[in-house]
T-cell receptor
Framework: DARVTQTPRHKVTEMGQEVTMRCQPI?????VFWYRQTMMQGLELLAY????????DSGMPKDRFSAEMPDATLATLKIQPSEPRDSAVYFC???????????????FGPGTRLTVL | QKEVEQDPGPLSVPEGAIVSLNCTYS??????FMWYRQYSRKGPELLMY????GNKEDGRFTAQVDKSSKYISLFIRDSQPSDSATYLC????????????FGAGTRLTVKP
């Protein structure tokens, strides 16, 4: 049963602390997306990787957020220092650039619920 | 103005009702139109998609696209309590770059 996994599922931290969220894309997928979901803004794209290379991170606050893919089985999203306004659910999704029912169909993980106090 | 507009609801209907969910958009380059369903505390899952204009039916679900009006709809017939979820529309252009845009999502509750 292939699915995207994310850790941790929940994270509560204090303002100023570093937060690292991890994602394991579906084996064989070559695109990875990071999204942030809030009630106010909905689903916002933060970063997009293809073949481990970052193609679009325009939605990400560069001063505190960073996204990497150390290898094909791991994507990370780091916030340093974290702020209360970063509280949200962070989703990772993966896909095949040339495949899926829809080109580059995105399969979402269960999300990391982040609370910054 | 956002590229994709969707009424966040919430929408509450009795079991068996017909549900209509809608989105409008502004980018005429969009060609793929998708509906994602997101259950509480889960990630979104692709429910249906349509390419260009027209209708598509899958069981109790029908997706419609009117490109001339830049308006898409999802209809749910004989709604069930298990349909209670947030429904997000999403759309993208013809090319394979990451230009997918999501609506805010409509929260639907179907009451038994």
């Amino acid at each position: 049963d292939a699915r995207v996994t994310q850790t941790p599922r929940h994270k509560v931290t204090e303002m100023g602390q570093e937060v690292t969220m991890r994602c394991q894309p579906i084996l064989g997928h070559n695109t990875v997306f990071w999204y942030r979901q809030t009630m106010m803004q909905g689903l916002e794209l933060l970063a997009y990787f293809r073949n481990r290379a970052p193609l679009d991170d325009s939605g990400m606050p560069k001063d505190r957020f960073s996204a990497e893919m150390p290898d094909a089985t791991l994507a990370t999203l780091k916030i340093q220092p974290s702020e209360p306004r970063d509280s949200a659910v962070y989703f990772c999704a993966s896909g095949l650039a040339a495949g899926g029912r829809v080109p580059n169909e995105q399969f979402f993980g269960p999300g990391t619920r982040l609370t910054v106090l | 103005q956002k590229e994709v507009e969707q009424d966040p609801g919430p929408l509450s209907v009795p079991e068996g009702a017909i549900v209509s969910l809608n989105c409008t958009y502004s980018n005429s380059a969009f060609q793929y139109f998708m509906w994602y369903r997101q259950y509480s505390r889960k990630g979104p899952e692709l429910l249906m998609y349509t390419y260009s204009s027209g209708n598509k039916e899958d069981g109790r679900f029908t997706a419609q696209v009117d490109k001339s009006s830049k308006y898409i709809s999802l209809f749910i017939r004989d709604s069930q309590p298990s349909d209670s979820a947030t429904y997000l529309c999403a759309m993208r252009g013809e090319n394979n770059n990451n230009d997918m845009r999501f609506g805010a999502g409509t929260r639907l509750t179907v009451k038994p």
